[in-house]
Nanobody
C-alpha cells in the first residue's frame, strides 16, 4: 500500500502562484500520476496527469497556467500553479491515474482570495 502526502497549499491572492508537492512512501516511477482537486460542494476532478516518462495532460480549466512534474528518484510529484483564480480554490490531492482507492491522502487546501 502506498501513502501519499500532499503539501504546499495556502492562501494566495488572485494572480498569485503556489507549488504543490506530493511525497509517495515508495517508488511510483512506473505509474501515471495525477493531481486532483475537490471544491466545496463539487465532485473531485482531475487537474493534470504525468506519465512515467514525463508526458503531461491538463484539464482545459488549468491549461497554460498549471504545470505538473515529477522526480522519480525522490518519489515526488509537483504541481506548479500560476495565475491562480478564485475558482481554483479547492483541496488538492495526488494519486495514480486511474486513482488507487485506498491511496487518497489528506490533501492540501488552496484558497485563492483577495
Amino acid at each position: 500500500q502506498v501513502h501519499l502526502v500532499e503539501s504546499g497549499g495556502g492562501l494566495v491572492q488572485p494572480g498569485g502562484s503556489l507549488r504543490l508537492s506530493c511525497l509517495a512512501s515508495r517508488s511510483m516511477s512506473t505509474y501515471v500520476m495525477g493531481w486532483y482537486r475537490q471544491a466545496p460542494g463539487k465532485q473531485r476532478e482531475l487537474v493534470a496527469t504525468i506519465t512515467h516518462d514525463g508526458m503531461t495532460t491538463y484539464a482545459d480549466s488549468v491549461k497554460g497556467r498549471f504545470s505538473i512534474s515529477r522526480d522519480n528518484v525522490k518519489n515526488m510529484v509537483y504541481l506548479q500553479m500560476n495565475s491562480l483564480k478564485p475558482e481554483d480554490t479547492a483541496v488538492y490531492y495526488c494519486n495514480t491515474r486511474p486513482p488507487t482507492h485506498n491511496a487518497w491522502g489528506q490533501g492540501t487546501q488552496v484558497t485563492v482570495s483577495s
